[in-house]
Antibody, heavy 120, light 111 residues
Framework: EVQLVESGGGLVKPGGSLRLSCTAS????????MSWVRQAPEKGLELEWV????????????EYAAPVKGRFTISRDDSKNTLYLEMNSLKTEDTAVYYC?????????WGQGILVTVSS | DVVMTQTPLSLPVTLGQPASISCRSS???????????LNWYQQRPGQSPRRLIY???NRESGVPDRFSGSGSGTDFTLRISRVEAEDVGVYYC????????FGGGTTVEIK
């Protein structure tokens, strides 16, 4: 059974940093493309793609959405089956539930999501 | 970026009746490999999104056959042949042809 479990969320002040982790099981993590998707409560129910990291077989490269590019970094540790999202220079508009997803022709499996609140 | 526009925003449906959601992309979703990477997701209240349909018309394992997807190019449709109570939630289209973008969502509710 595929499982994706996020951790590391919480409350952080504007300008602060936070690192999310996603531990994967039930599939070959090293062969998977992985993405982060967020859903902001103040933007209705909209889903927003944050970025992705490809498998090392596909270069291990990363791509980011414009609103987070230069502030967020996605990385992976295949030896630990873990995906990371390093978030710096956080803004109030980054407040959202962050989902870890496996990508296969787009996200197929999703974690339960973790809340990040950016507030003073 | 590819913009995905869903209609309607809200869809009240009578149990047992059909429902249809439209999704339009700002550019063709046909990839250079010939595939069209257009997916549909269901998000029930309090749950994570779940993929129902991938590559326009392919149902995920375990998805009831009352759900179907169709379309091509820039215009796509998700149909529910007979709405059941468990279908209440928000439905999203999403393109993965050029990075990833989601539609704004359609809330399906029972009249």
């Amino acid at each position: 059974e595929v499982q994706l479990v996020e951790s590391g969320g919480g409350l952080v002040k504007p300008g602060g940093s936070l690192r999310l982790s996603c531990t994967a099981s039930g599939f070959s993590f090293s062969n998977a493309w992985m993405s982060w998707v967020r859903q902001a409560p103040e933007k209705g129910l909209e889903l927003e793609w944050v970025g992705r990291v490809k498998s090392k077989a596909h270069g291990g490269t990363t791509e980011y959405a414009a609103p987070v590019k230069g502030r967020f970094t996605i990385s992976r540790d295949d030896s630990k089956n873990t995906l990371y999202l390093e978030m710096n220079s956080l803004k109030t508009e980054d407040t959202a539930v962050y989902y870890c997803t496996r990508e296969y022709w787009g996200p197929d499996y999703w974690g339960q999501g973790i809340l990040v609140t950016v507030s003073s | 970026d590819v913009v995905m526009t869903q209609t309607p925003l809200s869809l009240p449906v009578t149990l047992g009746q059909p429902a249809s959601i439209s999704c339009r992309s700002s550019q063709s979703l046909v990839h250079s490999d010939g595939n069209t990477y257009l997916n549909w997701y269901q998000q029930r209240p309090g749950q994570s999104p779940r993929r129902l349909i991938y590559k326009v018309s392919n149902r995920e394992s375990g998805v009831p056959d009352r759900f179907s997807g169709s379309g091509s190019g820039t215009d796509f449709t998700l149909r529910i042949s007979r709405v059941e109570a468990e279908d209440v939630g928000v439905y999203y289209c999403m393109q993965a042809t050029l990075r990833l973008t989601f539609g704004g969502g359609t809330t399906v509710e029972i009249k």
